[in-house]
């Protein structure tokens, strides 16, 4: 079942969470200062802003928000020549530089935004069928387009670690 859950902000700083518990017939918001915590009370935690709860955990079984910073690694990886700047695609099996001979680097990992796809109505389209998205500088995911879940890891997110974002999404 999906569960109705956020992470509660005064400006930036993160100060607890909501979520709805639903009864037979109704249901009411409930208050935690932690995430996983086993008493929730009815006493709300003034906020001011708040981040949708993906319904998806990292890999160090934590919850993923909309707004956090995430690490992974693609499906698709890239491998790329430090010496002269060449890019192979993932179903190229060499170790050397086509261009140089210089031996290649390791994918690097991906870190991106999660970002709930409302606010990607003019981009890709993504948002008629996922729910949820990552950016970086150069693309938008989708979750599972991309690598297993079980590979994600939360580093951060945007309010409490701005220095994380992404340049071409700051502000
Ligand atoms: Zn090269």
Redesign the pocket.
């Known amino acids: 079942m999906i569960e109705i859950k956020f992470r509660l902000r005064m400006n930036n700083k993160v100060v607890g969470y909501e979520k709805f518990a639903q009864y037979e017939l109704s249901g009411k918001w409930m208050y935690a200062t932690e995430a996983d915590s086993q008493v929730w009370a009815e006493a709300p935690i003034e906020h001011n802003e708040k981040d949708l709860y993906t319904n998806l955990k990292d890999k160090k079984i934590k919850d993923i928000y909309a707004g956090d910073i995430v690490k992974f690694r693609s499906a698709y990886p890239v491998r790329f ?1 430090k ?4 890019e192979y695609e993932s179903f190229y099996e060499g170790y050397y ?1 086509k ?4 031996r290649l680097s390791e994918p690097k990992p991906i870190i991106g935004e999660v970002i709930y796809s409302v606010d990607l109505r003019d981009n890709k389209g993504y948002g008629e069928y996922c729910r949820f998205c990552i950016r970086d500088d150069k693309d938008i995911y989708s979750f599972d387009e991309i690598s297993n879940i079980e590979d994600y890891l939360v580093i951060g997110n945007r309010f409490e670690n701005p220095e994380l974002v992404m340049s071409k999404w700051k502000s």
């Open positions: 020549c010496n002269c700047g060449e530089c261009e140089c001979g210089k």
